[in-house]
């Protein structure tokens, strides 16, 4: 074999040797990225933070409950102006009307209407609206909200003049109902019933004086008149349910004098 010969099967070997290493080189070099690519995708599966990410429900948390609200919690409401305390669901929202500011406004908008939309003290309480968020989301439960909704609305009158409940109530339900003929104390008086609570000749009243249904209970004690209204969510017209009924009974026994 010539010099020439061996020269060119010695540079072929070499040459080779180079292509071998670098295809040894690029085939660890993609199974090591593949190895790690699979690493990372195994990773990202069983990640605490990933796996035990509740899915959200979109309603379930924003909607109270009111079967089990009342289970929940109560807090106390205790008021020496009205002399009354009474318990109420904690997670309810409250609010206190500056009756007299408003009653005065009223009357400077409507002088032709007798009656005035709030007592010499009002408070209400009622289930917070859900939050924006959960509201706008497309699954949100509608039905189950509204029929979660209700509130409670506290009246009280001073009674200056010693006047008899069933006396009141006639000065405070004078006027005509919505058909423009029937008396509203009328309708009041058709479908109210003696109840021994809080305190002995109350009255109860299940009905609708206008357009919305409403549970009432109407008593006195000393020198001030109460009403206690239950109303249901706008969703539904102002229907109360079973729930939030068995809510206002709840808080009308718990009802204290002070």
Do not use: C
Not at 18 to 35: C, E, F, P, Q, S
Not at 82 to 92: A, N, T
């Amino acid at each position: 074999m010539s010099a020439g010969s061996n020269h060119q099967s010695k540079t072929l070997l070499i040459v080779l040797g180079i292509v071998l290493l670098m295809a040894t080189a690029l085939g660890a070099y993609v199974l090591g990225m593949r190895k790690n690519e699979s690493s990372t995708k195994y990773t990202q599966q069983v990640s605490p933070s990933t796996a035990l990410q509740p899915t959200p429900t979109g309603t379930s948390a924003a909607i109270l409950q009111l079967s089990t609200i009342w289970s929940l919690g109560t807090e106390n409401y205790t008021n020496s102006k009205i002399d009354l305390s009474f318990q109420y669901p904690k997670s309810f929202s409250k609010n206190e009307v500056d009756s007299i500011k408003e009653n005065t406004s009223f009357k400077q908008k409507y002088p032709e209407i007798k009656s005035v939309p709030y007592g010499d003290f009002f408070v209400s309480f009622y289930t917070p609206q859900a939050p924006i968020e959960e509201r706008q989301k497309s699954n949100f439960d509608w039905t189950s909200y509204d029929q979660n909704s209700m509130s409670l609305g506290v009246d009280a009158y001073n009674n200056t003049q010693n006047t008899s409940l069933d006396d009141f109530l006639k000065i405070h339900y004078a006027g005509v109902g919505i058909d423009g003929k029937t008396p509203v104390y009328e309708t009041l008086k058709k479908n109210l019933k003696p109840s021994s609570a809080p305190t002995t000749n109350s009255y109860v009243y299940v009905g609708s004086l206008g357009e919305n249904p409403h549970k009432k209970v109407l008593f006195s004690y000393k020198d001030k008149f109460y009403i206690f209204n239950l109303q249901g969510g706008t969703g539904t017209g102002q229907q109360y349910s079973s729930d939030a009924e068995k809510i206002f009974d709840q808080v009308i026994t718990s009802i204290k004098f002070l």
